[in-house]
């Protein structure tokens, strides 16, 4: 039942549209609570829009109306009251490519507590140092926190991205392809990192590598396009299900290359 | 139409199985033949032939561990791939219980039979008529034939069961009889054993197409507690 304290996330019937075009129909999950949900499914079958709905990231694009309900530990993120900067605060975002802004390590980490005056009651240099630590960053770093994070390679500005959203102290980490831009030791290294997340944070990414979705997820969701050309959840179940012995015909010509 | 060289490669893979398929049947229906007709020459041919059989055997492994690091095959395709390893290993031992068979003949050489071999060839013909459909199941993917294979065992058992109370009837008689009638004995039970792992691959069969485990072993017929 949606709404139970620290029961992950009920999606129920969500749709989005954006103007005409259904870009999402009647998805219905459960994202369980510290474990790596994966969806996987090809370009344009609604995955990121999904995951967008998860922090109401789609209200920013114009013409985007979502139906449905969707609960985090209890809260209905569409309700009319909800405030979405303490929303986005408890759901935070980790992109394609990693954004870090034009600023040293230590001030794009403490950017997030700082604005959002998170660090009330302990010091901005903890916080900073914790969540380079949890972002598996700070033994590579902490001489030299006062530099700019553009000059970290990829990998290391990926991290530090993952660190900046730790910092806020969200409850889920959503992630959009957070390797696509990475090469195999990084990607390695993030995977590695995801795992020591769930200990804290539920996570739910968009990859396009099923290898990574079978090498990280607890549990894997694949999209697929309807008729109508709107992406619908096809099917959904643990990750070994789903790579070893899909149900659905789908899935199964997916994730074996025979389409898509 | 995507992934046409893993497919393939794939089926490619599944014809070298049912080659190797082909080389096991041979063996065991030609070891029991040399025994019948106590053609040592052939025995001892069929027991060094036995080394092409297990470089096949590694042949396909080879290939199929190839298949699942170079093309990361998913689902269906890597139940398909996990089959032919373990399927490839199943009839690499049956060919070495025909080494066995051969190497019993070899052993008794030219002395006489102490009975005329009637049912121990028809095991051999029921185990490899069974083989023979398994792997013509694995390749036709038939998952009907797969699961009513096995359960022909029970014949393949009741003879195993008929000759061995008949060696035991003929060592009564003569104690001379005990060393023949024991190396007889070791025959039926390598051809009880050709019927069981064919058992086993109906099961890898069962499980490459539907992706559920089932147990299709008949209960042992032989020797009933």
Not at chain 1, 2 to 18: C, E, H, N, W
Not at chain 1, 192 to 214: C, G, S
Not at chain 2, 188 to 205: P, Y
Request: glycine fraction near 6%.
């Amino acid at each position: 039942m949606p709404g139970s304290p620290s029961s992950g996330i009920q999606v129920r019937g969500l749709s989005v549209r954006y103007g005409a075009r259904v870009a999402l129909q009647d998805v219905t999950m459960d994202i369980e609570s510290r474990q790596i949900t994966a969806l996987i499914g090809p370009s344009g079958c609604g995955k990121s829009t999904f995951l967008r709905c998860l922090n109401r990231m789609n209200d920013t694009i114009p013409n985007a109306r979502a139906r449905g309900t969707v609960h985090i530990d209890g809260t209905d993120v569409y309700a009319p009251g909800t405030d979405v900067v303490k929303l986005r605060m408890k759901v935070g975002m980790v992109f394609q490519r990693p954004n870090p802004f034009p600023q040293s390590i230590f001030d794009n980490v403490a950017f997030g507590p700082r604005v959002l005056a998170t660090h009330r009651g302990g010091s901005l240099a903890d916080v900073v140092e914790t969540s380079l630590r949890s972002a598996d960053l700070w033994a590579e770093v902490k001489d030299s926190l006062r530099q700019d994070a553009l000059g970290l390679s990829l990998g290391q500005q990926q991290r530090l991205c993952i660190a900046r959203v730790v910092a806020v102290a969200p409850d889920v980490i959503l992630m959009d392809e957070p390797c696509s831009a990475l090469d195999p030791i990084a990607t390695l290294r993030i995977e590695e990192l995801m795992r020591r997340l769930t200990e804290k944070y539920t996570i739910v990414i968009v990859t396009h590598n099923m290898q990574q979705a079978a090498r990280v997820s607890d549990r894997t969701g694949f999209f697929w396009l309807n008729e109508a050309r709107a992406g619908i959840l096809a099917e959904f179940g643990a990750t070994e299900q789903i790579f070893t012995s899909p149900r659905d015909r789908r899935t199964e010509d997916y994730i074996t290359g025979r389409f898509g | 139409m995507p992934r046409e060289k893993f497919e393939h490669d794939l089926h490619r893979l599944m014809d070298e199985v049912l080659e190797l398929g082909a080389m096991a049947e041979r063996a065991i229906a030609e070891s029991v033949q040399t025994l019948k007709n106590q053609d040592i020459a052939h025995a001892r041919g069929i027991m060094e032939a036995d080394r092409h059989i297990n470089e096949k055997r590694y042949a396909i492994e080879n290939e199929a561990l190839t298949l699942i690091a170079t093309q990361q095959p998913m689902a269906g395709d890597l139940r398909t791939l996990a089959a032919i390893l373990e399927i490839a290993s199943e009839l690499e031992r049956m060919a070495d219980y025909a080494k066995g068979i051969a190497n019993i003949a070899v052993m008794i050489g030219a002395e006489g039979l102490i009975k005329p071999l009637v049912d121990v060839p028809r095991m051999a013909d029921k185990a490899c008529d069974m083989l023979h459909r398994a792997l013509e199941a694995f390749i036709r993917q038939d998952v009907a034939a797969a699961r009513a294979i096995p359960k022909e065992d029970v014949e393949v058992d009741r003879l195993y069961e008929q000759i061995y109370r008949e060696l035991v009837t003929y060592i009564m008689a003569d104690p001379k009889a005990i060393e023949q009638a024991t190396k007889l004995t070791w025959v039926a039970h390598n051809l009880e054993r050709v019927a069981d792992r064919v058992g086993n691959i109906c099961e890898r069969i069962v499980f490459s197409i539907t992706g559920h485990g089932e147990e299709l072993d008949t209960p042992p017929a032989f020797p009933r507690s």
